[in-house]
C-alpha cells in the first residue's frame, strides 16, 4: 500500500479533529467524569496516527513499532481511567461533588 | 672577653622589654601597690639598660667590630630567571655595630629614666598598667629596630614603634584632642611609611641582579654584607632606581622624625603624658628616621640627587619649625617645634654625608631634650597648665626644675661647654666645609646658622616666662614645688648627661661608637671663627629673650605693629595644617561621599532594585497557581499552541528571511 494524499489528508483531519474536540472538552468541561472522557478522545486521536501511518510503513517489521506503541497508549489510557475514577469516588467522598473547579486544595 | 661577648647576648634587651611588657600588662592591674606593676617595668627596663651600657661598652672595647646573629625564617632558592634569579629568604637577627650600640645607650638610658620619673609623674592618673605596658612594649620594639640587621626586619620594628607611638598619644583617650591628635600622627606617619614600603622594594628591584649585590635577597637584605660593613653597596646597582630609593627611604624618614612637610603631627603629639613625649616624640622614636637615614647612607648608600634632597629637607625644616616655635604659648609645644628643627640638624647632617655627626647630636639631643621635656613636666604637674602666659616666678619655688630646665635650654642653645654645642657646632663646621663642592648647599647652611639664634631665643623666652618674675601672671595657680626625689633624680642625671655629653666623643673609647667622626675633633681657624660666630648668634638669641621676657616682662606686639601679620602665620603654623584639614574635608571627603553615594545607591540600588522587581513578578505569577485544574489544562493549552505557532509559522518565516530552507 502506498500513501494517498486525499486518505492521508482526511486521517490526520479526523485526528486533529478528535484532538480539538478533547481539548476543548478538557478546558471546557467541568464534571470529572466529563472531563475524563474528553482526555480519553484526546489520546485516541494519538492513537489512531499511530496505527494510519504504522500501516504504510516500508518495512512491515517497523510498522509494528507503531502498532505496538498503539496498543501501550490503549493500556495506558485505561490505567488512567482506573485512576481518575477512583480520584472520582473519593473526591464525592470528601467534597460531595464531582465538580473539579470547586477541588482547589492542590495549591501551595 | 666578657664584655665583647655579651653582643652575642643583644637580642636579651628587646625580649627583656617584651617580658615586662606582658607582666605588667596582664598582672598590673592587681598590683595596686606597685603602681599596677610600674615598678616591675622600672626593674626590668634598668636590667636592660645595664645590659645595654655593658654590651655598648664591649663595642667600645673593640674598635669597628659587627657581631651579626640571625635565623633563617624562610628561604626561597632561585631558579636563575626572574626577579630574584638568586632567590631571597628573610631571616630576623640582630646586628650589633658601634651606631646600633650607640642607639642602645640612648634609648635604654633615656628609658629608664623615663620609666623611673613616671612613677611619680603618672601617679594620678587612671590606666597606669596600661600605661607602663605600653611604654614597655615601645622600649622593646625601639630596641629591637636599633638591633634589626636586615632592612625588612627594621620596618617590622619601624611600625610597632609607631603603633606604640599612636597607643600612647592617645593615652588620655576619653580626651577629644588626644584621641583626634593620635589618629592624626598616625595617618600623617603612615604616609612616610608606605613611602618607605615602596622604597624597600625599589631597593628589592636595584639590588636583585646588580654586581656584588647579587645575592643581598638570597641573604635576606641584610645590612652587612661581605666583610666590609659600612661599605654602602650601590656598586653596580641602577643609578636611577637607587634616587628613587633613595628619595622613598627619606619620605619614610621625614614621616618618622617630623621632618617637613609631614611635620604637622608632632606638635599635636604633645596631647600625651609628657613623659611619653620625652622618650618617644624627642629622645627616641622620631630620632629612628635619622637612624634610618644613617643606616641607609652607610648600608645602602645614597646617590648625589638624594642628597641634595636629604639637605634640602632638613635645612629647610631646621628654620621653618624654629619659626613657629618663636610665638607659641604652650610649653610643650614650644619644645616640640625646637625637635622638629633640631631633628632636621641631623638630617641635614646626614644628607650631606656627615653620618656620624648626625648620630653625635642625635646623641646628645636625646639627653638635653628629654631633660627639657621632663623639667617641663615637672612644671605642668606642679602648676596644672602648659601656658607660659599663666606662669612665672617659679625660680624661687622650684629651684632643682628652674635648674634642670636652665641647663637643658643652655645645652639646646649651644653654648658651651654644655652638650648641645660639640654637636651642633661640629654640624655646622662640617657643613661649611662642604660648601666648596657643594655650592647648591649654601641656603641650607644659611638657615641652619640663623636657626641657631632662633632656638636661643625661644627656649629662653619660655625659660623666663615660666621661671622669671617674682610671681605667676595667673594668681589662681597652684603653688608650684620641686618634685619628690623620684622625679628629681632622673632630671640631675639628665642634667648631668646634658653637660657633659658632648665630650663623650673625646674619649677614645667612646669614639669608636662613631666611627670616622675624627677624634679628637680637628680644629682650624676657620672652625674656631665659626664656633665663635654660633656661639654669638646664640648669646645674642638669648640676650634679646632677656630683654623682651627676662625678669618677668611680658613683651607684647602693638596691634598696629606689621609684624602681628606674621605673627598670626605663624601661630596658624603657616596654615599648613588648616590646608591638610581642608585637603582631607572637601577632597578626601567628597571622594568619600561619592563613593558611599555609589555604595548606597548605585550597587544597593541596583541589589535591591533586583529584588523588588523579583518579588514583584513573585506576586504576579503566584496569581496563575489558583488550584483549579481547568486553568492548568487551559495553560497547557495555550502552551501547546504558542509551540505550534513557532514551529509552523514563526521559525519556517525566519528560515526564509535568512535565506535558509
Same mark, same amino acid.
Given at each position: 500500500m502506498t500513501l494517498d494524499p486525499f486518505t492521508t489528508a482526511g486521517l490526520v483531519g479526523l485526528s486533529g479533529a478528535l484532538l480539538g474536540i478533547g481539548l476543548f472538552g478538557i478546558v471546557t468541561r467541568r464534571n470529572f467524569i466529563l472531563l475524563l472522557v474528553a482526555i480519553e478522545i484526546a489520546i485516541n486521536a494519538a492513537v489512531l496516527n499511530f496505527v494510519y501511518f504504522a500501516a504504510f510503513a516500508s518495512n512491515p517489521s517497523s510498522g509494528l513499532n507503531g502498532q505496538s506503541a498503539a496498543i501501550v497508549v490503549i493500556g495506558l @489510557?485505561?490505567?488512567? /481511567?482506573?485512576?481518575?475514577?477512583? /480520584?472520582?469516588? @473519593?473526591?464525592? +467522598? /470528601? +467534597?460531595?461533588? /464531582?465538580n473539579v473547579t470547586e477541588a482547589t486544595a492542590l495549591k501551595l | 672577653m666578657f664584655l665583647q661577648d655579651l653582643a652575642s647576648w643583644a637580642f636579651l634587651v628587646p625580649l627583656l622589654m617584651v617580658l615586662s611588657f606582658? $607582666?605588667? &600588662?596582664?598582672?598590673?592591674?592587681?598590683?595596686?601597690?606597685?603602681?599596677?606593676?610600674?615598678?616591675?617595668?622600672?626593674? *626590668?627596663? &634598668?636590667?636592660?639598660?645595664?645590659?645595654?651600657?655593658?654590651?655598648?661598652?664591649?663595642?667600645?672595647?673593640?674598635?669597628?667590630?659587627?657581631?651579626?646573629?640571625?635565623?633563617?625564617?624562610?628561604?626561597?632558592?632561585? !631558579?636563575?630567571?626572574?626577579?630574584?634569579? !638568586? &632567590?631571597?629568604?628573610?631571616?630576623?637577627?640582630?646586628?650589633?655595630?658601634?651606631?646600633?650600640?650607640? #642607639?642602645?645607650?640612648?634609648?635604654?638610658?633615656?628609658?629608664?629614666?623615663?620609666?623611673?620619673?613616671?612613677?611619680?609623674?603618672?601617679?594620678?592618673?587612671?590606666?597606669?598598667?596600661?600605661?607602663?605596658?605600653?611604654?614597655?612594649?615601645?622600649?622593646a620594639a625601639m630596641n629591637g629596630l636599633i638591633l634589626a640587621d636586615n632592612l625588612l626586619e627594621f620596618f617590622l620594628f619601624w611600625e610597632l614603634v609607631g603603633v606604640c607611638s599612636y597607643f600612647l598619644i592617645g593615652f588620655y583617650y576619653e580626651k577629644p584632642a588626644a584621641a583626634s591628635a593620635a589618629k592624626e600622627a598616625f595617618l600623617v606617619t603612615r604616609v612616610g611609611d608606605v613611602l618607605f614600603l615602596l622604597g624597600i622594594f625599589v631597593y628589592f628591584g636595584a639590588y636583585a641582579t646588580a654586581g656584588a649585590a647579587g645575592g643581598w635577597a638570597a641573604n635576606g637584605f641584610l645590612f652587612v654584607h661581605g666583610t666590609n660593613p659600612y661599605i654602602p653597596i650601590g656598586t653596580g646597582?641602577?643609578?636611577?632606581?637607587?634616587?628613587?630609593?633613595?628619595?622613598?627611604?627619606?619620605?619614610?624618614?621625614?614621616?618618622? %622624625?617630623?621632618?617637613?612637610?609631614?611635620?604637622?603631627?608632632?606638635?599635636?603629639?604633645?596631647?600625651?603624658?609628657?613623659?611619653?613625649s620625652a622618650l618617644i616624640h624627642a629622645a627616641t622614636m622620631v630620632a629612628a628616621g635619622v637612624y634610618l637615614l644613617a643606616v641607609a647612607s652607610l648600608f645602602l648608600g645614597f646617590t648625589a640627587a638624594d642628597q641634595f634632597a636629604i639637605v634640602a629637607v632638613g635645612g629647610f625644616t631646621t628654620l621653618f619649625a624654629a619659626t613657629m616655635a618663636v610665638?607659641?604659648?604652650? *610649653?610643650?609645644?614650644? *619644645?616640640?617645634?625646637?625637635?622638629?628643627?633640631?631633628?632636621?640638624?641631623?638630617?641635614?647632617?646626614?644628607?650631606?654625608?656627615?653620618?656620624?655627626?648626625?648620630?653625635?647630636?642625635?646623641?646628645?639631643?636625646?639627653?638635653? =631634650?628629654?631633660?627639657?621635656?621632663?623639667?617641663?613636666?615637672?612644671?605642668?604637674?606642679?602648676?596644672?597648665?602648659? !601656658?607660659?602666659? =599663666?606662669m612665672g616666678g617659679l625660680r624661687k619655688v622650684m629651684p632643682v626644675t628652674w635648674l634642670a630646665f636652665f641647663v637643658g635650654a643652655l645645652s639646646l642653645s649651644g653654648i658651651p661647654p654644655f652638650a648641645?654645642?660639640?654637636?651642633?657646632?661640629?654640624?655646622?663646621?662640617?657643613?661649611?666645609?662642604?660648601?666648596?663642592?657643594?655650592?647648591?648647599?649654601?641656603?641650607?647652611?644659611?638657615?641652619?646658622?640663623?636657626?641657631?639664634?632662633?632656638?636661643?631665643?625661644?627656649?629662653f623666652r619660655a625659660f623666663f616666662l615660666a621661671f622669671g618674675g617674682d610671681h605667676p601672671r595667673d594668681d589662681s595657680l597652684p603653688h608650684g614645688h620641686d618634685p619628690s626625689w623620684i622625679m628629681k633624680g632622673p632630671l640631675m642625671v639628665l642634667s648631668g648627661l646634658a653637660i657633659f655629653a658632648g665630650v663623650f666623643v673625646f674619649i677614645p673609647g667612646f669614639s669608636n661608637l662613631l666611627p670616622g667622626i675624627g677624634v679628637p675633633p680637628t680644629y682650624?681657624?676657620?672652625?674656631?671663627?665659626?664656633?665663635?660666630? %654660633?656661639?654669638? $648668634?646664640?648669646?645674642?638669641?638669648?640676650?634679646?629673650?632677656?630683654?623682651?621676657?627676662?625678669?618677668?616682662?611680658?613683651?607684647?606686639?602693638?596691634?598696629?605693629?606689621?609684624?602681628?601679620?606674621?605673627?598670626?602665620?605663624?601661630?596658624?603654623?603657616?596654615?599648613?595644617?588648616?590646608?591638610?584639614?581642608?585637603?582631607?574635608?572637601?577632597?578626601?571627603?567628597?571622594?568619600?561621599?561619592?563613593?558611599?553615594?555609589?555604595?548606597?545607591?548605585? *550597587?544597593?540600588?541596583?541589589?535591591?532594585?533586583?529584588?523588588?522587581?523579583?518579588?514583584?513578578?513573585?506576586?504576579?505569577?503566584?496569581?496563575?497557581?489558583?488550584?483549579?485544574?481547568?486553568?492548568?489544562?487551559?495553560?497547557?493549552?495555550?502552551?501547546?499552541?504558542?509551540?505550534?505557532?513557532?514551529?509552523?509559522?514563526?521559525?519556517?518565516?525566519?528560515?526564509? #528571511?535568512?535565506?535558509?530552507?
Open positions: @489510557a485505561a490505567t488512567e /481511567i482506573a485512576v481518575g475514577l477512583a /480520584i472520582v469516588l @473519593a473526591l464525592n +467522598r /470528601i +467534597r460531595g461533588s /464531582i | 606582658v $607582666l605588667v &600588662g596582664f598582672l598590673g592591674p592587681y598590683l595596686k601597690n606597685w603602681r599596677e606593676g610600674g615598678w616591675i617595668a622600672v626593674v *626590668i627596663s &634598668g636590667i636592660a639598660m645595664v645590659l645595654g651600657l655593658l654590651i655598648a661598652a664591649g663595642e667600645m672595647l673593640s674598635p669597628g667590630r659587627y657581631t651579626d646573629l640571625h635565623t633563617t625564617w624562610i628561604s626561597v632558592p632561585g !631558579n636563575g630567571t626572574g626577579v630574584f634569579p !638568586n &632567590g631571597f629568604s628573610l631571616v630576623m637577627g640582630t646586628l650589633v655595630d658601634p651606631i646600633s650600640a650607640l #642607639m642602645l645607650i640612648v634609648v635604654n638610658v633615656v628609658g629608664f629614666l623615663v620609666l623611673l620619673y613616671s612613677i611619680e609623674y603618672m601617679q594620678h592618673d587612671r590606666g597606669l598598667s596600661r600605661y607602663f605596658a605600653e611604654l614597655s612594649l615601645f622600649l646597582a641602577n643609578p636611577t632606581l637607587l634616587t628613587i630609593g633613595g628619595l622613598l627611604i627619606l619620605g619614610g624618614a621625614a614621616g618618622k %622624625s617630623a621632618q617637613f612637610p609631614l611635620h604637622v603631627w608632632l606638635p599635636d603629639a604633645m596631647e600625651g603624658p609628657t613623659t611619653v610665638v607659641n604659648p604652650d *610649653i610643650k609645644r614650644v *619644645i616640640a617645634y625646637s625637635t622638629i628643627s633640631q631633628l632636621g640638624y641631623m638630617v641635614l647632617a646626614v644628607g650631606a654625608g656627615f653620618t656620624m655627626v648626625g648620630l653625635y647630636h642625635l646623641f646628645t639631643h636625646a639627653f638635653f =631634650k628629654a631633660l627639657l621635656f621632663l623639667a617641663a613636666g615637672a612644671v605642668i604637674h606642679a602648676v596644672g597648665t602648659q !601656658n607660659l602666659f =599663666k648641645g654645642f660639640w654637636s651642633k657646632d661640629d654640624i655646622l663646621s662640617s657643613l661649611y666645609g662642604t660648601l666648596g663642592a657643594h655650592p647648591d648647599y649654601w641656603p641650607f647652611f644659611l638657615m641652619a646658622v640663623a636657626t641657631v639664634f632662633l632656638t636661643a631665643y625661644y627656649i682650624t681657624v676657620t672652625d674656631i671663627l665659626l664656633s665663635a660666630m %654660633s656661639v654669638g $648668634l646664640a648669646g645674642l638669641g638669648i640676650g634679646t629673650a632677656y630683654v623682651l621676657w627676662g625678669n618677668g616682662r611680658v613683651f607684647t606686639l602693638p596691634d598696629d605693629s606689621p609684624l602681628q601679620s606674621i605673627r598670626t602665620v605663624l601661630l596658624r603654623r603657616y596654615y599648613i595644617k588648616d590646608a591638610y584639614d581642608a585637603f582631607g574635608q572637601r577632597v578626601i571627603y567628597g571622594i568619600a561621599r561619592i563613593a558611599d553615594f555609589t555604595d548606597r545607591f548605585v *550597587i544597593d540600588g541596583a541589589i535591591h532594585g533586583a529584588e523588588r522587581s523579583f518579588a514583584g513578578l513573585n506576586r504576579r505569577m503566584r496569581g496563575i497557581q489558583s488550584g483549579v485544574v481547568l486553568d492548568y489544562t487551559a495553560y497547557v493549552v495555550a502552551g501547546l499552541v504558542v509551540v505550534l505557532v513557532v514551529l509552523l509559522v514563526i521559525a519556517p518565516w525566519l528560515l526564509s #528571511m535568512w535565506g535558509g530552507t
